[in-house]
């Protein structure tokens, strides 16, 4: 043989190397079916196991906001409450006391009346009460009869009853009496 032969060029030695360098790679890859299907059973399940733990867990969550919201409304009116009970307090205290002094009862009905706007200002509660003259508002007042008046028409002329509002919400419109039109 010559030399050319026994040493082969650059390119037959890549030529050579290179079926065995794919031919390893190719024979770790070639799975039977057998595995392919154990693999892919294996990551199914792995799939589903996670599937049902983040359903889990969605429900869970669910379930807790839900009774969030249940506590919520079921103690939401507890700070409001506990404004309210030094009042009750002093209406029993009033009772309770012999009223020898109409002066006397008087100005205990006036603090207890404090007592109650305090707790009504602690609870976010407000008076609607308009002055005489003000324009008639028909989200804040009730008109009950509209009289003759010197006054400019659709204003209040009188306030029948106060109303209340809770965090701009009306609860309750004053219920007033306005102006005629002229």
Do not use: C, W
Not at 75 to 90: K, Q, Y
Not at 160 to 173: H, N
């Amino acid at each position: 043989m010559t030399q050319e032969n026994q040493n082969p060029s650059p390119e037959q030695e890549n030529i050579a190397v290179d079926p065995q360098a794919d031919a390893a790679p190719a024979e770790a890859e070639a799975k039977t079916p057998e595995q392919e299907i154990a693999e892919l059973n294996q990551k199914l399940t792995e799939m589903q196991d996670n599937y049902l733990r983040a359903k889990a867990e969605g429900e869970n969550i669910r379930r807790r906001a839900a009774e969030d919201v249940s506590k919520a409304h079921k103690f939401a009116i507890e700070s409001f409450a506990e404004h309210l009970v030094p009042v009750t307090d002093s209406l029993y205290a009033a009772l309770n006391a012999e009223a020898v002094d109409a002066k006397a009862f008087k100005e205990g009905l006036e603090i207890t009346l404090k007592q109650l706007l305090s707790a009504f200002e602690k609870g976010r509660m407000t008076e609607i009460n308009p002055a005489v003259g003000d324009k008639f508002d028909p989200h804040h007042h009730q008109a009950i009869a509209s009289v003759p008046s010197e006054q400019e028409a659709n204003t209040v002329v009188s306030v029948l009853q106060r109303g209340y509002s809770i965090a701009d919400r009306i609860l309750r419109p004053a219920l007033v009496t306005v102006s005629a039109p002229k």
